[in-house]
């Protein structure tokens, strides 16, 4: 309703024409868009979950029907010495690829960004930090054979180094001693970790304010002093990310003792992914096999949901100190 007054002072009302008809649109499109990436997950991690999970209650050779078992395969999985081996195993793993990379990444990235990028400039940083997340690029297959060419007992690289600067004494066959097998590839492993949390923790202290820096600095504050009480507490949640990704990468990794030991000598470097392995295609015990992937599956989704409480109350808590 509108209202005109004519030349008489009078006023009087008439109704607005009504506008053009335009089809409502729909109130959040947004679900739209994740339509595609939730049948994704559904069809290739939910669905192929399920069906493992359920042929883990049976027992089957992978020919044939399978036969229910229920908890078989899991009470004979407490009891099955080689799986809690390959277990531990997992955990060398984790101190190799989540704790020592966290720790040498933590230092790496403070020197890069506190030091050579200050005295030698953000480029040279950010080659060095290039030549460090190099191994992450590699195929793990080409790393394995390399590094199992550098490892050989009899002209292998290493032993001809330890040779050629009169630590002959120290040759040993690095991947066929059941006493050091583990270590070699724990050592490989670090190599090839150490650049992810490199690249996040100077991503990280990209949003560090540089007042506290110079304020520390200006106060006396030594390197290792801004790093422990400024560094360290301002990139918490990443910390908290690399652990839980480097973890779980970890509990995951088959490639490199594929490629490097196929889990021996003698079962020294089995993991439980390639034990799960072996057991499904070697042993065609397809029921036990998933059992065992069933368990680490589960095992990495626990690890997650604590990784990801860790980094929510570690934002939360940024976010309070600053308000």
């Known amino acids: 309703m509108t209202v005109t007054v004519d030349r008489g002072g009078r006023a009087t009302g008439k109704r607005a024409p009504a506008g053009p008809s335009h089809p409502r649109r729909p109130r959040n499109p947004y679900p739209l868009f994740l339509l595609p990436g939730v049948l994704a997950f559904l069809v290739v991690i939910v669905g192929p979950f399920l069906m493992n999970t359920g042929v883990s209650f049976t027992e089957w050779s992978g020919v044939g029907s399978p036969k229910?078992?229920?908890?078989?395969?899991?009470?004979?999985?407490?009891?099955?010495?080689?799986?809690?081996?390959?277990?531990?195993h997992s955990l060398f793993m984790v101190v190799a690829m989540a704790a020592v990379p966290t720790v040498v990444g933590l230092v790496l990235a403070a020197?890069?960004?506190?030091?050579?990028?200050?005295?030698?400039?953000?480029?040279?940083?950010?080659?060095?930090?290039?030549?460090?997340?190099?191994?992450?690029?590699?195929?793990?297959?080409?790393?394995?054979?390399?590094?199992?060419?550098?490892?050989?007992?009899?002209?292998?690289?290493?032993?001809?180094?330890?040779?050629?600067?009169?630590?002959?004494?120290?040759?040993?066959?690095?991947?066929?001693?059941?006493d050091i097998a583990l270590y070699s590839v724990m050592g490989v492993m670090v190599w090839v970790q150490i650049g992810f949390p490199l690249?996040?923790?100077?991503?990280?202290?990209?949003?560090?304010?540089?007042?506290?820096?110079?304020?520390?600095?200006?106060?006396?504050?030594?390197?290792?002093?801004?790093?422990?009480?400024?560094?360290?507490?301002?990139i918490r949640p990443e910390?908290?990310?690399?652990?839980?990704?480097?973890?779980?990468?970890?509990?995951?990794?088959?490639?490199?003792?594929?490629?490097?030991?196929?889990?021996?000598?003698?079962?020294?470097?089995?993991?439980?992914?390639?034990f799960s392995f072996t057991t499904f295609f070697e042993k065609t015990q397809v029921g036990y096999g998933a059992a065992i992937s069933t368990v680490l599956t589960v095992i990495i989704l626990l690890l997650s949901l604590v990784g990801l409480k860790l980094q929510t109350r570690a934002e939360d808590a940024e976010e309070g100190g600053r308000a």
């Open 199 to 234: 690249v996040v923790f100077m991503a990280g202290l990209q949003r560090v304010d540089p007042g506290l820096y110079e304020a520390a600095e200006l106060d006396g504050a030594g390197w290792w002093r801004r790093f422990w009480h400024i560094t360290l507490p301002q």
């Open 111 to 178: 020197a890069l960004f506190d030091f050579v990028g200050k005295h030698f400039g953000p480029r040279i940083a950010a080659v060095l930090r290039a030549c460090f997340y190099l191994p992450q690029v590699l195929p793990i297959a080409v790393a394995g054979i390399v590094w199992s060419w550098i490892l050989a007992p009899e002209n292998g690289s290493l032993n001809e180094l330890l040779k050629a600067v009169g630590l002959g004494s120290w040759q040993q066959d690095w991947l066929g001693d059941p």
């Open 68 to 88: 229910w078992t229920g908890l078989a395969n899991y009470r004979e999985l407490l009891d099955d010495s080689e799986f809690w081996a390959s277990f531990r």
């Open 239 to 274: 910390i908290y990310v690399v652990l839980t990704w480097c973890s779980i990468a970890a509990l995951k990794v088959f490639g490199a003792v594929y490629v490097l030991t196929k889990g021996g000598p003698g079962g020294a470097t089995d993991v439980p992914s390639y």
